[in-house]
Every structure is written in structure tokens, then in C-alpha cells.
């Protein structure tokens, strides 16, 4: 259908909808079944049975089997199947691992889909973009991503970036008028607005004619579906680091089997004993544990209100030192209240609270009527006319839109003023958008008369120089020094009380031509008056702040409020001491990134910033050797959110535009949510270390437990099954459980990670090793004391050996717990890890008492006595290391 050559009358015969009310949820609902949901095919996806396979694929697994076979070729059934039996369990838990970590990112995807807002029996509603049906009208404004394929019926200084589509970088004007031609491109249809193309300029409605794979964007699908890799610089890290520990486990497995054979032992025992070595000793299950931290770590985020949309930000939070963050709506509660009024020279206060419309108007207590005031009449009025905020009641009073336009449309309602009534005296002709860079937004009107004006809102001090009257004792007065000076004054008094302040200018047109560009209208305004609002600081920024600063993050404000205003609230926020400094947008103009570095960290807030002072900001910061965090939501905030090292976009006032440039997502806009994910990602890094310090303890415990009886020419003191088990339970359940630890109580108190820190830095390597060292030893100290005493009995002393290495890892966790010893923290802090550990020693009873089992694994029964032998063993290696932490601080 050639949509682009239709006026909006066809086309809205042809797709069968309302403009005016929208499609019905009953026609939604038929459209969806007739069109189906409105989402690219995804490319082909690993089937649940190859990745369960994919689970065997690894080299030592495969020589292991093929050594499990040759066992039952030779009449060890007992021993295949059980070896069988593991492997395949070992494979089920690995498929589960990697299941879970897909889904969890899946998840994540689903949760940070861009939404859009659309007109639906009469009331305009935001759903995910995946739910739009061809026939919806869709409205859309600068920051958001279109979700379908749309044929444009309103324009209001829309520009639109179709780099995706067309290749060009440069954002193409968009407005309504019909395209005639043979053969119009896409980047030709300047009615048409397309499918994952974002909105950088102004605002438009348009009408859904293609959905899904309908879309442009549907037809070169293909492109898109190029996988994203989701590694982290963490977990490649530990794929080589795997790769290390591959060669040494083998070497020293091959020094066991060779030791071995030499000693005597049978070929075939050794070699699967080596096998078995192998499979326990190499951390192939490294990744996927780290993966599913990762994922665990996520899903506990989410709860706190932030998603993280890219993983590695999961990492990079952990090493967080400066934190840039807006001011509204993320430090304060975003619910704007016009608390004073300032028009001829006069100040009046307003009561009420919120978006309830009800207050009153105050001069020195008297109670006054705005609307019997000419200069407040025209300040509430045109504020109300410039605006698309909308106040629904849906039991409380509710905001659809932004909260500084909100506090506008509310003060004038509260002065009984309505935005019906007011769009019938006046007519909305042509809009220049708020942007950012300009901090003010325009709209013609035009009376029953037949006469044009002009209405601009915007910054105080940027409006005071657009002026070159001011509307004063019922007339227009030149803007002289002298009235200056008494605006700057009453802009400075409201900013003192830490009031937000929006100023309202107007201009008679001479002219009914549109206007191309707003610069052309944005001159020579007559100056009416000032709104100053207030936004209560968050009750919980306060104790969040602190806390970061204890942990060695500074906290940066950046606020486009008036340099005092912006200094109250810093006061009140507890970021500004003596020494800080506050910088303002037009300082910011006048310096060169070098020069910003020299300053920047004594800068606590930054005021009368533009989204394009970020990007310089987070330079300045980076070049100091900072780890950046930095906050935004405009379409102008995205190249900033982009270079800083977390990219942090707003969950509800944020733009598409912004939120694809972050890697995490505030689902409340909080402050403290940026806090709650910091605290969260130096966890996982934590937790993450403790998975590699228990396993790799572990695995050395049992590489040496066999390499030392290899050299002492004594008998195996395990057999390979009892090492896979070991691998599978002892190893599996209590390192998962570490994933879900809680944070240590000093861990916002410990200043910010290095980013280039090793894995084995702060005396991790030493930890692995010398509990390695000590978990092996003990167990053979057992083994060896047991056999001693009763050489005719091997696998009784294996038994107690096999016992006494579950026990030692199973209290050695409980080590890892923290970075300082084992009693750092309450050993039942975790019930996970508790019942992991409960379940380990429920199933090694099991395999020694159960006949069935202790056939398959070669235990025996041991006696009580024995238990305290192994018991005291197993605690040598944790206790011993506590004790010479004890001595060394004493």
C-alpha cells in the first residue's frame, strides 16, 4: 500500500480506525489474532536437546566415557554405571546452569523493550511496543523509538534518525503532506515514520500501518539478528585463567598416574584414577557458576528496582568512584508544587500539595482571585496553554507527563482556569518542542480575534535576555537596567528558597506565516512573570549518600536549576562542604576538558546544565582516573550516558534514545537505587571470588591428597569414583549456594575496586593455595593413620580418607564466606549454603551406610571413633589458618 501518497481520510478508510478514539481493545484483540504480535522473528536458537548434549562435548568427559566403557568391557559394571550416572547428573546440572542464565537474560531483554503510547477507547495508554495492531494510533515526541511502521497525520518540528534504514546519520524533518512519484525511497517519505528509528526532534502523532515483519525494518530482519555477545571482561578473564589451570591439573594428574604406575599400581586403575583427577581437578563448570552468579546477582537487582541491560556494567559497578547524577526526580520526589507566584513586581505564595488542583492564592496572608489580576491571569493561562501535561483522576490525582508542566497546569487550576476552555479561546497553530540546549519551548496561538501570539516558557535568565519588554501595571514596559536588575532579584529570592523557577514571556505576531524556525519567534518577548516550584529532596538520598561516601564514591549533582537554588539543595543533601566547589553551564562554556580536570574533583554540583556539559563532565572525571557513573534521560544525554563507564538511563521519565545507551535502567528513578546496584555489583564480584577460592581450594586439596600418597608409594587413597562424586556434590551445591551469599556488612565501607585488579589479587592465590595445601595433607595425615593401623583393610582407610575431604571442603566454605576468617560472619547467615552443606553430608552417609550405594562407591561403614579422627582432620586446615590470623594480630 503506498500509505505516503494517501491523505489522512484514506488511509483511515482503508486501515479502519478512529483517529479521535482510537481501535477498541475487542478490534485489538482481532487484529492480533489476524497480524500476530508486533516483534521481529528471532534468528535460530540452540534447541534445549543440543545444549543439553553440548553439555559431553568436553575433551576429558569424552576420554572419561570412552575409559567408562572399556570398565564395563572388561566386567566392571558396577563402576561404569556409576561413573555413567555422575557424568550424567555432572551434564543435567551443567544444562541447568546455562537454561537458567539464558532465560535470565531473555528476561532482561523483555524488561528493557522499549513501550510506546497509544490511543486506545478514547484514553491514551503506554504498552509495550510488541502489543501495537496496525490501526493504532501512536504519539510520540523527542527520546522515543518508533515501534512500527507509521504513516504521520501531526508534526510538530519532528525530526527523525533513520541511520538503520537509509544509512544517513543526519536526522531527516518529518511532516504530513501526501508524496506523489514513481519509485519514493524510504529516506524520501517524509510522512512516513518506520519501525526502530528514534525520534531526535519534536513530537508527531501517526497511524500503525505495519506491523512485525510488515515493517521496513521486518525486511532486512536478518541483519538484526546477529547474536550480541554477552561476556564479561570477567569471564573472559576466567576462561584463560581455566585455560592455565587446564595444563597445570593435567600436568600434575599425569605426574599422579606416572607416580603411580612406577609405584606398581595397575595401568588400568591409574589411568581412570588420572581421568577421574582430571575431570575434578579442571574448573570446566567455572563460566557457567560465574554465569549463573551473574544472573542470580540480575534477578535480585531487578527486585531493587534496576535492570541491567549490558552484563559487563554488573562488574564495573563494583569499581564505581565518582557518581554523576540529575537532580530531579532522581534526588528529589518529582512531584512539583507551584508554592509562589511573581508578576508585576508582586509575590503572591500558593497552598496545596501534589497534583490535587484544590489551594488557594496568598498575598501577606490575604487570600486573592488570579483571574480578576491581569498579570497572574496571563501567567497561569499561557503556562496552562503551553504545556501537554495532562491531570487524570484514577481514585488520586494522577500526572500523564512531565512533572514542571504538571506543577504549571496544576496552579492553574487551582486558580479555576481549564485547558479545554482556555484551547477554545485559543487556537494552538504551530509548536517549537522544549529542547534542551534551548531550556524553553514556544507555541503560536491564535484568538477569536483573528490574532497571533506568541507564548514562550522556559529558563528565567535565558527568557530575561529574549525580553525586551515586561508586562507591568497592565501595559508593556521597556526592559530597562533598572527592571533587570528587579527580575534577577526575584529569580535569586525563589532560587534562596530553594525553588525551581519557570518564566513565562509572550510576543504579538505581526504575521499569520508559519515559521520555519524557532529562532524567528523566540526574540523580542514582553517578559510577564515567574512560577517557582518546589521538589522535596527524597527522603532516603540523604543516608544514601552518606553511605556511598563512606565507601569511597563521590556523589556529583548536576541540576539545570539556578546556581543558588542549586546550592540549597546540595546543603540539604549533605554534598556541599566547605571546600566544594559549585560550577555552573556558562563556566562549563568557557573551559576546555585539561582545564575542567584540574578542578573537577572538588566539584560537588554542577548548576544550569545543559546534557551536552555530560559528556565533558565524564571526560574531565575519566581523565582524573575515576570510574563513572552518570545519570540521564533526554535524547541529549545519551552520548554522555554512552562514554561513562555505567551508563544510567531513568526508568520512567527516560527516553528510548537514552535507555538503549545505558547499561543498567532505574525502573523508579531513584537515587538510591543507584546505591542499592553498586552495593549489589561488589557482592557479586565477592561472591564470584568466593566461588573461585572454595573450588580451586578444593581441586588442589585433591590433586595433592593423591600426588603425595603417589609419592610416598602408598596405596590410592581414593578411588575414581569417589573423586567424581566429590566433584558432583561437594563441589556442585555449596559453591552454587556461595552465588546467593548476602553482602558482608563492610562492604559499602571498603573503597571502590580497581578495575585492573587480578582475580587472584588481595591474597586470593595464597588462600587457594595454601588450603589446597592443607585440605590434601589432612587428608592424607587420615588416610595414612587409619591404613597404618589396619593395612589389611584399604578401603576402610579410603572411606575414612573420602570422608575426611568432604569434610574439610564443606567447613572450608563456610571460610569464604568472608575475606577475613570464618568466624568474621554467623555461619547460618545463609541458609542456602546451609542446607547445600546439610544435603553433602546427608549424601555422603548415605554412599557409606546405605549397601546398595557403598557397594557402587566403595565405602564401608565407619566407626563412631573414626568419625573424630576425621572430624578433627577435616577442621586442621580452616582452624590452624584461623589461629595464625589470631596470632599474627596479637
Same mark, same amino acid.
Given at each position: 500500500m503506498k500509505y505516503h501518497e494517501m491523505n489522512p481520510e484514506e488511509i483511515r478508510e482503508k486501515i479502519q480506525t478512529d483517529?479521535?478514539?482510537?481501535?477498541?481493545?475487542?478490534?485489538?484483540?482481532?487484529?492480533?489474532?489476524?497480524?500476530?504480535?508486533?516483534?521481529?522473528?528471532? !534468528? /535460530?536458537?540452540?534447541?534445549?536437546?543440543?545444549?543439553?548434549?553440548?553439555? *559431553?562435548?568436553?575433551? @576429558? &568427559?569424552?576420554v572419561l566415557l570412552v575409559a567408562t566403557l572399556i570398565s564395563g568391557l572388561l566386567g566392571e559394571y558396577i563402576d561404569a554405571i556409576a561413573i555413567m550416572a555422575i557424568?550424567?547428573?555432572?551434564?543435567?546440572?551443567?544444562?541447568?546452569?546455562e537454561r537458567r542464565a539464558e532465560k535470565s537474560l531473555d528476561a532482561l531483554k523483555k524488561l528493557s523493550a522499549p513501550t510506546a503510547s497509544v490511543l486506545r477507547d478514547g484514553e491514551w495508554i503506554k504498552i509495550p511496543s510488541?502489543?501495537?495492531?496496525?490501526?493504532?494510533?501512536?504519539?510520540?515526541?523527542?527520546?522515543?523509538?518508533?515501534?512500527?511502521?507509521?504513516?504521520?497525520?501531526?508534526?510538530?518540528?519532528?525530526?527523525?534518525?533513520?541511520?538503520?534504514?537509509?544509512?544517513?546519520?543526519?536526522?531527516?524533518?518529518?511532516?504530513?503532506?501526501?508524496?506523489? !512519484? /514513481?519509485?519514493?525511497?524510504?529516506?524520501?517519505?517524509?510522512?512516513?515514520? *518506520?519501525?526502530?528509528? @528514534? &525520534?531526535?526532534?519534536?513530537?508527531g502523532i501517526g497511524v500503525v500501518i505495519g506491523t512485525g515483519m510488515q515493517t521496513a525494518m521486518g525486511q532486512i530482519a536478518d541483519m538484526l539478528q546477529t547474536a550480541e555477545t554477552l561476556q564479561t571482561p570477567l569471564q573472559r578473564r576466567l576462561e584463560q585463567l581455566g585455560k592455565i589451570l587446564i595444563v597445570v591439573a593435567l600436568v600434575l594428574t599425569l605426574l599422579v598416574v606416572v607416580i603411580g604406575i612406577m609405584q606398581g599400581h595397575d595401568i588400568y586403575t591409574m589411568f581412570l584414577s588420572g581421568v577421574s583427577l582430571a575431570v575434578a581437578a579442571i574448573p570446566e563448570g567455572l563460566p557457567a557458576i560465574v554465569t549463573i552468579a551473574l544472573s542470580l546477582g540480575v534477578q535480585r537487582m531487578i527486585k531493587k528496582n534496576s535492570i541491567v541491560r549490558k552484563l559487563p556494567a554488573?562488574?564495573?559497578?563494583?569499581?564505581?568512584?565518582?557518581?554523576?547524577?540529575?537532580?530531579?526526580?532522581?534526588?528529589?520526589?518529582?512531584? @512539583?508544587?507551584?508554592?509562589?507566584?511573581?508578576?508585576?513586581?508582586?509575590?503572591?505564595?500558593?497552598?496545596?500539595?501534589?497534583?490535587?488542583?484544590?489551594?488557594?492564592?496568598?498575598?501577606?496572608k490575604r487570600k486573592m482571585d488570579p483571574t480578576k489580576d491581569v498579570h497572574f491571569n496571563k501567567l497561569l493561562s499561557f503556562a496552562m496553554l503551553c504545556n501537554h501535561a495532562e491531570i487524570c483522576k484514577k481514585?488520586?490525582?494522577?500526572?500523564?507527563?512531565?512533572?514542571?508542566?504538571?506543577?504549571?497546569?496544576?496552579?492553574g487550576m487551582k486558580a479555576g482556569f481549564s485547558r479545554d476552555k482556555l484551547l477554545k479561546e485559543y487556537k494552538i497553530i504551530q509548536e517549537f518542542p522544549f529542547d534542551s540546549a534551548r531550556k524553553m519551548m514556544t507555541i503560536i496561538v491564535q484568538d477569536k480575534k483573528g490574532d497571533r501570539y506568541a507564548i514562550t516558557k522556559g529558563a528565567p535568565d535565558i527568557l530575561i535576555n529574549l525580553s525586551e519588554s515586561v508586562f507591568a501595571n497592565g501595559r508593556q514596559q521597556y526592559l530597562n537596567q533598572q527592571w533587570k536588575s528587579q527580575l534577577q532579584h526575584a529569580v535569586e529570592s525563589l532560587a534562596e528558597q530553594a525553588l525551581r523557577t519557570i518564566a513565562i514571556s509572550y510576543k504579538k505576531l505581526n504575521t499569520k506565516t508559519k515559521f520555519s524556525h524557532e529562532s524567528e519567534v523566540e526574540k523580542d518577548l514582553t517578559f510577564i512573570g515567574l512560577q517557582g516550584m518546589i521538589d522535596p529532596p527524597r527522603p532516603e538520598v540523604y543516608d544514601a549518600i552518606k553511605e556511598c561516601r563512606e565507601a569511597g564514591i563521590k556523589t556529583v549533582m548536576i541540576t539545570g536549576d539556578h546556581v543558588i537554588t542549586a546550592k540549597a539543595i546540595g546543603k540539604e543533601l549533605g554534598l556541599i562542604n566547605s571546600n566544594s566547589l559549585v560550577?555552573?553551564?556558562?563556566?562549563?562554556?568557557?573551559?576546555?576538558?585539561?582545564?575542567?580536570?584540574?578542578?573537577?574533583?572538588?566539584?560537588?554540583?554542577?548548576?544550569?546544565?545543559?546534557?551536552?556539559?555530560?559528556?565533558?563532565?565524564?571526560?574531565?572525571?575519566?581523565?582524573?582516573?575515576?570510574?563513572?557513573?552518570?545519570?540521564g534521560d533526554g535524547v541529549n544525554d545519551a552520548p554522555a550516558i554512552k562514554a561513562a563507564d555505567i551508563g544510567i538511563a531513568m526508568g520512567i521519565t527516560g527516553t528510548d534514545v537514552a535507555k538503549e545507551s545505558s547499561s543498567l535502567i532505574l525502573l523508579d528513578d531513584n537515587f538510591a537505587t543507584i546505591k542499592a546496584a553498586i552495593q549489589e555489583g561488589r557482592n557479586i564480584y565477592e561472591n564470584i571470588r568466593k566461588f573461585i577460592r572454595y573450588l580451586l581450594a578444593s581441586n588442589v586439596g585433591e590433586i595433592l591428597v593423591?600426588?603425595?600418597?603417589?609419592?610416598?608409594?602408598?596405596?590410592?587413597?581414593?578411588?575414581?569414583?569417589?573423586?567424581?562424586?566429590?566433584?558432583?556434590?561437594?563441589?556442585?551445591?555449596?559453591?552454587?549456594?556461595?552465588?546467593?551469599?548476602?553482602?558482608?556488612?563492610d562492604v559499602m565501607k571498603r573503597p571502590p575496586r580497581n578495575p585492573k585488579e587480578g582475580v587472584f589479587a588481595r591474597g586470593l592465590g595464597w588462600k587457594v593455595i595454601s588450603r589446597g595445601f592443607l585440605i590434601g595433607i589432612a587428608t592424607l595425615i587420615a588416610f595414612v593413620i587409619v591404613y597404618t593401623n589396619n593395612p589389611d583393610d584399604l578401603a576402610y582407610a579410603q572411606t575414612v580418607a573420602f570422608s575426611t575431604l568432604v569434610l574439610a571442603q564443606l567447613i572450608h566454605v563456610f571460610d569464604c564466606r568472608s575475606e577475613h576468617s570464618i568466624f568474621?560472619?554467623?555461619?547460618?547467615?545463609?541458609?542456602?549454603?546451609?542446607?547445600?552443606?546439610?544435603?553433602?553430608?546427608?549424601?555422603?552417609?548415605?554412599?557409606?551406610?546405605?549397601?546398595?550405594?557403598?557397594?557402587?562407591?566403595?565405602?564401608?561403614?565407619?566407626?563412631?571413633?573414626?568419625?573424630?579422627?576425621?572430624?578433627?582432620?577435616?577442621?586442621?586446615?580452616?582452624?590452624?589458618?584461623?589461629?595464625?590470623?589470631?596470632?599474627?594480630?596479637?
Open positions: 483517529f479521535k478514539r482510537g481501535l477498541t481493545e475487542e478490534e485489538v484483540s482481532r487484529r492480533r489474532k489476524q497480524f500476530g504480535y508486533n516483534e521481529l522473528q528471532d !534468528g /535460530e536458537k540452540q534447541s534445549a536437546l543440543l545444549l543439553f548434549f553440548s553439555q *559431553f562435548k568436553d575433551f @576429558m &568427559v569424552i557424568v550424567l547428573l555432572n551434564g543435567v546440572l551443567g544444562f541447568y546452569q510488541k502489543e501495537i495492531v496496525p490501526g493504532d494510533i501512536v504519539r510520540f515526541s523527542s527520546g522515543d523509538r518508533i515501534g512500527a511502521d507509521l504513516r504521520i497525520v501531526e508534526a510538530n518540528s519532528l525530526e527523525i534518525e533513520e541511520s538503520a534504514l537509509t544509512g544517513e546519520s543526519v536526522p531527516s524533518s518529518k511532516d504530513t503532506d501526501i508524496i506523489h !512519484g /514513481e519509485n519514493v525511497g524510504i529516506g524520501d517519505m517524509s510522512n512516513m515514520a *518506520f519501525m526502530g528509528t @528514534m &525520534v531526535t526532534r519534536g513530537s554488573v562488574e564495573t559497578l563494583g569499581c564505581a568512584s565518582v557518581i554523576c547524577s540529575d537532580k530531579t526526580g532522581t534526588m528529589t520526589q518529582n512531584k @512539583m508544587t507551584v508554592t509562589h507566584l511573581w508578576a508585576n513586581n508582586e509575590v503572591w505564595n500558593v497552598s496545596g500539595q501534589g497534583y490535587e488542583p484544590i489551594g488557594e492564592f496568598l498575598k501577606s481514585g488520586d490525582y494522577k500526572l500523564d507527563g512531565d512533572p514542571t508542566e504538571g506543577a504549571l497546569l496544576v496552579a560550577l555552573d553551564g556558562a563556566a562549563l562554556d568557557t573551559m576546555s576538558v585539561d582545564e575542567l580536570e584540574e578542578i573537577v574533583d572538588d566539584v560537588s554540583v554542577f548548576a544550569r546544565v545543559s546534557p551536552e556539559h555530560k559528556l565533558k563532565i565524564v571526560k574531565a572525571l575519566q581523565n582524573n582516573g575515576h570510574i563513572v557513573a552518570m545519570t593423591m600426588l603425595f600418597a603417589m609419592i610416598l608409594a602408598m596405596p590410592l587413597p581414593l578411588v575414581p569414583i569417589q573423586i567424581l562424586w566429590v566433584n558432583l556434590v561437594t563441589d556442585g551445591l555449596p559453591a552454587m549456594a556461595l552465588g546467593l551469599d548476602k553482602p558482608e556488612s568474621a560472619r554467623n555461619p547460618f547467615g545463609n541458609t542456602y549454603l546451609v542446607w547445600a552443606v546439610i544435603s553433602s553430608v546427608i549424601l555422603l552417609l548415605i554412599v557409606i551406610y546405605y549397601p546398595p550405594l557403598a557397594t557402587v562407591f566403595h565405602t564401608v561403614p565407619i566407626e563412631p571413633r573414626d568419625w573424630l579422627l576425621i572430624i578433627a582432620m577435616a577442621s586442621i586446615p580452616t582452624f590452624l589458618l584461623v589461629g595464625s590470623l589470631f596470632i599474627k594480630k596479637k
